[in-house]
């Protein structure tokens, strides 16, 4: 088995080729990185209880990562909505400061050493949040699979002839490990 530092090193280096088959770059073709990934996961290799052990270690590894990015996603979603809500805040307060500008009797355009500022007027949409409530033809309907319901569906009839074409059940096989 590898040592925990070359594990380390390996899983950064598969998670970084994964990264490259998913971006648009084209300074690399897929087919290079694809054999530059199953090079990495040679050095794995050996025998079987070795080699699982090390799979299981890389594999164990990344789904640290994926929590780790998982939680800084959400660090980095919350701290958006706070940027978004200040922004909003900020808006709002120069608004209200031009209207009560405005309502002492002067001209609610001002201008600094640096920036303008005026009042506009805006029109914007309002209308009830359910789409049932709307106009049939101001509403986009969007279909989208259930993939829970339709595997319900077909688990619960045994009379495959009576599946819609394309349909079907497939079983596989995955590996479990404690």
């Not at 201008?111 to 005026?118: C, D, G, M, R």
């Not at 033809?137 to 989208?144: A, N």
């Not at 339709?150 to 404690?178: H, K, Q, Y």
């Amino acid at each position: 088995m590898s040592t925990t530092e070359e594990l380390i090193r390996i899983v950064h280096e598969i998670m970084s080729a994964e990264e490259a088959l998913d971006a648009d770059d084209d300074w690399r073709s897929k087919v290079d990185v694809e054999i530059e990934i199953e090079r990495l996961y040679s050095r794995l290799s050996g025998e079987i209880g070795p080699h699982l052990d090390s799979l299981r270690a890389v594999m164990k590894r990344a789904e640290s990562e994926d929590l780790l990015l998982k939680w800084e996603a959400e660090q980095i979603a919350r701290r958006r909505r706070a940027a978004k809500s200040t922004v909003s805040a900020c808006r709002r307060r120069m608004t209200d400061l031009l209207v009560a500008y405005r309502d002492s009797g002067h001209d609610p355009r001002v201008k600094t050493a640096v920036h303008s500022y005026w009042l506009q007027k805006s029109t914007s949409l309002e209308a009830p949040k359910d789409p049932a409530d709307w106009p049939e033809d101001w509403v986009r309907i969007e279909y989208k699979p259930d993939r829970r319901r339709a595997r319900e569906c077909l688990s619960n009839d045994p009379e495959i002839s009576g599946w819609p074409d394309g349909f079907g059940l497939t079983e596989s096989e995955g590996v479990r490990s404690r």
